[in-house]
T-cell receptor
């Protein structure tokens, strides 16, 4: 999950394992959630999104689960690869019916994949 | 297809100096955003422009100004830089999807 301060949560896995990255969000009115991946020296890159009327969505090797009851979001990465090593951010949006996004980001989780 | 392009990539300023970070997108997106990222923290929204001709404050707007020059370009200006503005700045844009932001590579600013 997310933490306060300069020490980001970290997750270390072996290549081929499945990874689960957790995120607790704060705004019960948020209606859209996104996971981003950020590699060192680069901007965040979109991975997968989910709307608040869903509880699960699958992509290629990734699955996002949403539990609105406890305001919890998770990203599951199947068969994790060294190229998956990065910082992963969850972001929430309370669009309020607008057509643009003012995302609020979590502090991130560092994923390290060992060959 | 370049996506979102930011310049400069690196900049060092002295306290009190001014500068402008430039951002351009070639995806015909309506909305553009400026975020800052500090060590160990997520991104925080400085300003955004929902559409051409409009700008609004985000979470941390103090010390910054923005200009949506046209649909493609959205600049961020620091009028009198302070050490607290040392950060990595990211420009982003979003189109029809609305909330899915495409980010630039970032501009690393150091204020001495």
């Amino acid at each position: 999950g997310e933490s306060v301060g300069l020490h980001l949560p970290t997750l270390s896995v072996q290549e081929g394992d499945n990874s689960i990255i957790n995120c607790a969000y704060s705004n019960s009115a948020s209606d859209y959630f996104i996971w981003y991946k950020q590699e060192s020296g680069k901007g965040p890159q979109f991975i997968i999104d989910i709307r608040s009327n869903m509880d699960k969505r699958q992509g290629q090797r990734v699955t996002v689960l949403l539990n609105k009851t406890v305001k919890h979001l998770s990203l599951q990465i199947a068969a994790t690869q060294p190229g998956d090593s990065a910082v992963y951010f969850c972001a929430e949006n309370d669009a309020g019916g607008t057509s643009y996004g003012k995302l609020t980001f979590g502090q991130g989780t560092i994923l390290t994949v060992h060959p | 297809n370049a996506g979102v392009t930011q310049t400069p990539k690196f900049q060092v300023l002295k306290t009190g100096q001014s500068m402008t970070l430039q951002c351009a997108q070639d995806m015909n997106h309506n909305s553009m955003y400026w975020y800052r990222q500090d060590p160990g923290m997520g991104l925080r929204l400085i300003y955004y422009s929902a559409s051409e001709g409009t700008t609004d404050k985000g979470e941390v707007p103090n010390g910054y100004n923005v200009s949506r020059l046209n649909k493609r370009e959205f600049s961020l200006r620091l009028e009198s830089a302070a050490p607290s503005q040392t950060s990595v700045y990211f420009c982003a844009s979003s189109g029809i999807s609305g909330v899915v932001l495409t980010f630039g590579a970032g501009s690393r600013l150091t204020v001495l």
